[in-house]
């Protein structure tokens, strides 16, 4: 090792040599000037901050990919953990039970009005997706309906980057390469509110999208399995909010053509968008519902598949083949449920969705002067996510690592997709860092449109 080194350059070189890092072209790491992207070594994590190895600290104002609800390092969900630790670390769930998963499930269940349970397991939320589909589409096999099995999913989704999630999932830079691997899913309109006309809603929006889904259910009647949804936001895609009307919409459709309704809660759920699940918001419940990311707080790998008692029922039986075997080896993982049950704690005894009422108005407060940047298009919130885009003819085409770069110079972490800036901050963030996370926003813009 070359003893020159600080610890920071030390750590990065041998990460480089070492690790294949995600959704990365690694070779922009090693990379100097206009075509470089920062790799940050994080030796700890503290509230809304990470710290390198020399205590440099970056404001995580995008909950690492979504997934923190209440801090890093949060003494209370760590608590938990330690406590599952020394009682048991992990067992088989195929034959076997534990006190973290039952509870876990138990509560779950009772949160969507015992509506949905029965909860399956894995642990990324991409697997939860896989899970979702296969179970829709053997619910109509054990119906004798094996001819349903397509798969809706509205423009601009992401779902996932397995082969069967990314096979509903609608976004270029992550499925060209793989196109030839997926297997084909019909693409219905996005209710995307960015979309209205002058003098239209956003519900009139939902509504417009709502006759393409009927065309879609119609034209492709007895053979569609499930529609796939991310509830009032699709994230990855760029924060393309939307009125629930949709939902109202989507939900009534469905039933009328038969088939079901999968929400992907996995970024939206938790409380992100303002109900604890963001289906809430319209009234209605899924026949089956994904979970992952911030279930855990942000602790270890989780995702969850709730379903209705009906689809429940079209499984249960004698014949093995009838039965879902889907299994993956850390299903139930007890640590992980920890973590989520501790998570589910701190909603109870702290009153957070009523605190975040006041946080998202902190949020909006704070954002409201970028409506006036002359760059700044769709300033728009729905509860903890906050988005504005940039107006593409003021944006190079690498605007989004030039924002990556200007705002981590100035200690925060916010990483727009593509023209997207976007705040989806931890719950325990304070005012101050609400302020500071914006002001970086605002100098971050201006340098990377300079
Ligand atoms: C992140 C995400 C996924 C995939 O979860 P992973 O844990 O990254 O596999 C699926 N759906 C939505 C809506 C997501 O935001």
């Known amino acids: 090792m070359n003893a020159s080194l600080t610890a920071n350059e030390s750590w990065l070189s041998r990460s480089l040599k070492a690790v294949w890092h995600p959704c990365t072209q690694m070779r922009q790491h090693s990379e100097a000037g206009e075509n470089a992207l920062p790799l940050i070594p994080i030796a700890r994590g503290e509230g809304v901050w990470l710290y390198d190895f020399e205590g440099r600290r970056y404001l995580d104002g995008i909950s690492s990919w979504w997934t923190n609800l ?68 053997h619910y109509w096999r054990n119906q004798g309906k094996p001819e349903k099995n397509l798969f809706l999913c509205l423009s601009g989704s992401y779902h996932g980057e397995t082969l069967g999630a990314l096979s509903v999932t609608d976004v270029a830079l ?16 996005s209710p995307d509110a960015r979309q209205a006309k002058t003098g239209e809603s956003a519900a009139d929006v939902a509504r417009r999208a709502a006759r ?78 994904c979970l992952s990311k911030g279930i855990s707080g942000g602790y270890l790998p989780l995702s969850i598949v709730l379903c209705r008692e009906s689809v429940y029922q079209a499984f249960y039986d004698l014949e093995s083949a009838r039965g879902f075997l889907h299994s993956h080896s850390y299903t139930g993982n007890p640590l992980a449920c920890a973590a989520a049950l501790a998570t589910l704690d701190i909603f109870a005894a702290d009153d957070v969705l009523a605190a975040n009422l006041r946080r998202a108005e902190q949020m909006r407060a704070a954002l409201e002067p970028l409506a006036r940047h002359s760059a700044v298009r ?73």
Not at 412 to 425: D, W
Not at 426 to 438: N, S
């Open 212 to 289: 393409g889904l009927e065309e879609a259910l119609r034209q492709r009647q007895g053979q569609v399995a499930a529609l796939i949804v991310e509830p009032l936001v699709q994230c990855a895609s760029g924060m393309a909010a939307y009125d629930p009307e949709y939902l109202r919409l989507a939900r009534t459709l469905c039933d009328r053509y038969d088939a079901l309704l999968i929400c992907d809660e996995i970024a939206v759920g938790c409380g992100r968008t303002g109900t604890f699940f963001a289906h809430e918001a319209a009234g209605i419940r899924p026949d089956l519902l």
């Open 378 to 450: 769709f300033l728009r919130q729905q509860g903890m996510i906050a988005a504005f885009d940039v107006a593409p003819e003021m944006a190079s085409a690498d605007f989004s690592r030039r924002f990556y770069r200007a705002a981590l110079a100035r200690g925060a972490l916010l990483r727009p997709l593509g023209n997207t800036v976007y705040f989806m901050p931890p719950y325990i963030i304070r005012q101050a860092e609400i302020a500071q996370l914006a002001e970086t926003a605002r100098a971050a813009l201006d340098e990377a449109l300079a």
């Open 174 to 189: 992550f499925r060209d390469a793989y196109a030839p691997l997926l297997r084909a899913a019909k693409t219905v309109p």
């Open 70 to 137: 209440f801090g890093h390092a949060n003494p209370r969900i760590s608590r938990a953990v330690k406590e599952q630790l020394d009682q048991l670390e992990h067992a088989m769930l195929a034959g076997f039970t534990h006190r973290p998963v039952v509870e876990l499930s138990e509560r779950l269940s009772a949160l969507t009005g015992k509506e949905l349970g029965h909860a399956f397991y894995a642990s990324d939320g991409a697997s939860a997706t896989e899970i979702a589909l296969k179970m829709s589409a």
